[in-house]
């Protein structure tokens, strides 16, 4: 994101995150785009333009919530991305306000996620007979290699788990609030070795909407989002999230994760050394690690002696997905994005409650998908002002 004008979050809203037999995915889309209405005080309609993230949720879906609450008539874009759809949608209305285009942009995301193992016709046959699509198999595969060229155990991923939902348990959005130890973590059913039942995150369902501004909401401090980054592949090894596979076996180029990362750290004039929190995508234990690496919070090889450390504890260092991550929460494709800024909203504004991070000041947002794009978003709290 070029410097332009600062874009403020005015409001947030999120549905919860689970299963809801009842509830179908316009009505959950719904629910989250009121209440970020409701905290930006919105007139009716009140935004110019609005982006919706969204995978599985069919044509025009962002059309049938907006056009449900008669609220259409601005231009409504429909974004998708995997896993980082939320985050597309993010950093496409946060140029529009940057720009002068806009100056008040509607951004939500929602998702039904099929039972069962995450399926996509981005994928050919091939690779799903192999294992090679977003399933157990290839995470276990992308954890196996974490564990052989660093020192990263079992037991650093059961501790991932562990700190995961322990976080979960305050988090009146996560689907899973129970705390687990390591050793029920590691006793869990064993999926693909070397994860186990509670290593893995469960698709599921949820909405979350951000209000964007060029001018402060009405609730708590101005909390501005300082960059919004979104980065595609680069060819390489199959296990990389780098698609198409091009075979190499030797060094690879630099992930979506890091590119997206290094591209909003230049944005918004901070480097890794400046977070005080992050949301990062937790699609499996080892994905947590990979991706504290990836982003640079952690050295390379250095994501097993980060946990081990506590270093993302909520009292550590740099606390890691405060809210519960994916591992608590579930993952809703296109809500997951949103869903970590409605939390690192809360955290910034000091009302996170038993979850909260002590002088939360600068926070990064990561999401990442087969595709493969990731995301990476930092919002910081202005002082000085109410």
């Not at 909390?223 to 030797?250: D, K, Y």
Request: proline share 6%.
């Amino acid at each position: 994101m070029s410097a332009g004008r600062p874009v403020y979050l005015a409001g947030t809203g999120i549905h919860a995150f689970g299963r809801f037999a009842e509830t179908d995915v316009t009505t959950l889309g719904q629910h989250a785009v009121r209440a970020a209405l409701r905290e930006a005080e919105l007139a009716r309609p009140g935004f110019e333009a609005a982006f919706c993230g969204t995978v599985y949720s069919g044509v025009a879906a962002g059309h049938k919530v907006l056009g449900g609450l008669g609220l259409a008539g601005a231009p409504i874009v429909n974004v998708e991305a995997g896993c980082a759809s939320g985050g597309a949608a993010l950093a496409l209305g946060t140029a529009q306000i940057s720009s002068g285009m806009r100056d008040t942009v509607l951004v939500f995301g929602m998702e039904k996620m099929p039972r069962g193992i995450i399926r996509s016709s981005f994928f050919p046959p091939w690779c799903e007979e192999a294992g090679l699509t977003p399933a157990p198999a290839y995470f276990a595969l992308r954890a196996r290699r974490l564990m052989l060229e660093s020192d990263v155990t079992r037991e650093d991923l059961a501790r991932v788990s562990e700190k995961n939902h322990r976080n979960g348990v305050h988090n009146p959005f996560a689907m899973f609030r129970r705390e687990m130890s390591v050793a029920e973590i590691l006793a869990s059913k064993m999926v693909c070795d070397p994860l186990t039942l509670f290593m893995l995150c469960s698709p599921n369902e949820g909405a979350a909407a951000v209000v964007l501004s060029s001018r402060p909401g009405p609730c708590g401090p101005p909390i501005r989002v300082l960059a919004a980054a979104l980065r595609s592949h680069l060819a390489g090894s199959v296990l990389g999230e780098h698609t198409p596979f091009c075979g190499l076996t030797g060094s690879e180029p630099p992930s979506p994760t890091t590119r997206a990362a290094e591209e909003a750290f230049a944005s918004a004039g901070l480097g890794a050394c400046d977070i005080d929190l992050a949301e990062v995508q937790d699609t499996d234990s080892g994905r947590e690690i990979l991706s504290i690496e990836e982003l640079g919070l952690a050295p390379p090889g250095g994501g097993g002696r980060f946990v081990r450390e506590g270093t993302g504890e909520i009292t550590g260092r740099l606390p890691v997905n405060p809210s519960g991550g994916l591992l608590a929460k579930g993952e809703p494709l296109g809500a997951s994005a949103l869903g970590q800024i409605v939390e690192l909203a809360s955290q910034l504004r000091g009302s996170a409650g038993a979850r909260q991070v002590v002088r939360a000041r600068t926070a990064l947002g990561h999401t990442v998908g087969r595709g493969a794009n990731a995301s990476v978003v930092i919002l910081q709290r202005e002082t000085g002002r109410a």
